[in-house]
């Protein structure tokens, strides 16, 4: 049950000539050792930019603020090369579109040994070595043709099992993956989460993954935080969150059937627009889309707060001072 990773009152804002997009708002958890963490929400709920937040890779003009411990260190306070040292050794990402994130004119093998040359101190011969290693762990045969070939030569499917491979090349303790599976179709989908899931048991990596898809979360999370404009508004252990959802927002995304051949922003049929992230205001940023809202919701933002079994969510309708209860 030790944590890992723990962010505290972790806070992105951009700075645009439009004003100051809030675009993660306060946002505190725990990954664990082992445990696959899944970050749930809709196309700008701040998922993805909570992530890039830990890897330092926010190139955008912008602030953070509050705290992301991992062994004992701020990574928010590391300096470029001490996060240099972290990325890619102790935490790994991998993104949506492999392509992009592959080097067009490297073969495979440059690439998957890059890490190894770079964060140990193999020679060239084993790190060729543990790349053919990798390239099977991820499930691939003809490693060594695969080793010289480059990305253009591989398929959707084949890119992203590379991807894994590279992540995973020094060992991580943390691998994130956003939406590591929404580009890809769904057969080879339902294998990388295979793939993910096996490496997992084998090599004890936590991972956090990030995903819209309830399906996946179903399907790969020990535990589910869900995110809604900037802010955690419920986290809790998979079962008990499928099973007992608290938040309307939660309850919404669970009733709602996704639909299909939409726009990410619009893949759940909840009523209702998601906020402006430069109108957010000190309140419940769920309160214009919420059956239940009260007047406490429009004045003061819910606390976090842990109900039972691990579970916590943030919503006046659970407060003493919300004065209603479901
Ligand atoms: Fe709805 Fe109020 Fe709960 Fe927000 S705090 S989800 S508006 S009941
Ligand atoms: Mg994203």
Known sequence: ENALIEFRNLKTHFHTSNGTVKAVNDVSFKIREGETLCVVGESGCGKSVT?????RLIDSPHTSDGQIWFEGKDLLKLNKGQMQQIRGNDISIIFQEPMSSLNPVLTIGEQITEPLL???LMSKKEAH???IELINLVGISRSEEIFHSYPHELSGGMRQRIMIAIALSCNPKLLIADEP????????QAQILDLMRDLK???KTSIMLITHDLGVVAEMADYVVVMYAGNVIEEAPVIELFK???HPYTQGLLKAKPVINQKMDRLYSIPGQVPNPIELGENCHFHDRCSHCMQICKDQAPPLNEKENGH???CWLYEKEGGQRI
């Open 244 to 246: 007992n959802p608290q």
């Open 312 to 314: 916590k969510v943030a």
């Open 181 to 188: 599976t929404t580009a890809l179709d769904v057969t080879i």
């Open 51 to 55: 992530a890039m937040t830990m890897m």
């Open 129 to 131: 070595a543990r790349a």
């Open 118 to 120: 770079m964060h140990t």
């Open 201 to 203: 048991d084998k090599l």
